[in-house]
C-alpha cells in the first residue's frame, strides 16, 4: 500500500495572508486525517511564509498518522526536528531563497554530511528520508548515507507526463528497484496530482508513500477536501 501524506503548506499560506487563524492548520490537519489521509506533511522554510516553527510544535499532540517535517538541515532545522520528534524527517537541499524544492541531494558530495545529520535523527527514533533526483548514482551513493528512505523528486515527471512522454516514469521505476534492492524505502512528491499519480503508482514498485501539496489543494477547490482525498486514496489503493 502506498500512504498518502497530505502536504499542508498552502493551508498556512492561506492563514497567513490575513494575519489571523482562519482557517485554523490544526483544525484543517484533523480534518484531513479523518478523511483518510494517512500522514500530514509541512516544510517550514527559514522565512516561515507558510509553516512556522510554532505550528509544528502545535500539531505535533494532535496528529495520529504518521507527521513528516521536510527541510534543510541548517541548525535551527535541526534543532526543531529534535524538539518536535516526528515520525519521519525528509532532508532537502533547498536554497534559502527557493520559491518552492528544486533539486535532489548530491549523495556523491554530501555523504559526509548527510551521514551525520542521519545519525543524529536516527539516535533519536525518527525514521529519515533524502529527497533526491531520479538518479542511479544518487541512489547508489544514498546507500552510504545510512538514511532509511529516498524521497524521489517528481517535477520532472509531472512535466513529461501532462506533454504526454509517459517514458518518463522508467527511470523512477529503475530507482525505486535499486533503492529497494539496497534496503532503502521508497517515498515520492513534488507537482504529483490527481491526473498523474495513478500511473506512477502502477509503474513504480513499492511505493511506500507519496506527499502532495500543491495539486492536491488546488483540485480541493473545485472538489472540496474531503472527495479530493478520497479520490487519492482510491488511487493508490492495491
Ligand atoms: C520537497 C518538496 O518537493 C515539497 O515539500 C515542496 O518543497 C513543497 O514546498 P512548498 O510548499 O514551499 O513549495
Ligand atoms: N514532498 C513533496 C511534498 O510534500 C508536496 O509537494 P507538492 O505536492 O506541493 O509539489
Not at 554530511?113 to 545519525?119: D, G, N, S, Y
Request: with cysteine.
Amino acid at each position: 500500500m502506498t500512504k498518502l501524506s497530505v502536504n499542508i503548506n498552502k493551508i498556512a499560506t492561506l492563514r497567513n495572508a490575513r494575519g489571523g487563524d482562519v482557517p485554523n492548520l490544526v483544525q484543517v490537519t484533523k480534518d484531513i486525517e479523518s478523511f483518510g489521509a494517512q500522514g500530514i506533511t509541512v516544510h517550514p522554510r527559514p522565512d516561515e511564509r507558510h509553516i512556522r516553527y510554532q505550528d509544528v510544535f502545535d500539531l505535533k499532540p494532535i496528529i495520529t498518522t504518521e507527521f513528516n517535517i521536510e527541510g534543510n538541515p541548517i541548525p535551527k532545522f535541526i534543532d526543531l526536528v529534535l524538539k518536535s520528534k516526528p515520525d519521519q524527517v525528509t532532508l532537502v537541499p533547498d536554497a534559502v531563497d527557493a520559491i518552492t524544492s528544486n533539486a535532489g541531494w548530491d549523495t556523491v558530495k554530501n555523504r559526509g554530511f548527510l551521514q551525520e545529520v542521519i545519525t543524529e535523527f536516527k539516535n533519536n527514533g525518527i525514521r529519515t528520508s533524502i529527497f533526491v533526483d531520479p538518479s542511479l548514482k544518487m541512489i547508489e551513493n544514498a546507500v552510504h548515507t545510512g538514511t532509511d528512505r529516498i524521497e524521489l523528486y517528481t517535477e520532472a515527471y509531472a512535466e513529461e507526463f501532462a506533454k504526454g512522454n509517459k517514458e518518463a516514469v522508467k527511470i523512477y521505476a529503475d530507482c525505486a528497484k535499486l533503492a529497494t534492492k539496497f534496503g532503502i524505502g521508497v517515498n515520492a512528491g513534488h507537482d504529483l496530482s490527481l491526473d498523474n499519480i495513478q500511473y506512477f503508482k502502477e509503474q513504480v514498485p513499492d511505493l511506500l508513500e507519496v506527499s502532495i501539496g500543491h495539486a492536491l489543494i488546488s483540485e480541493a477547490l473545485y472538489l472540496g477536501l474531503e472527495t479530493t482525498i478520497k479520490k487519492y486514496l482510491k488511487l493508490l489503493q492495491a
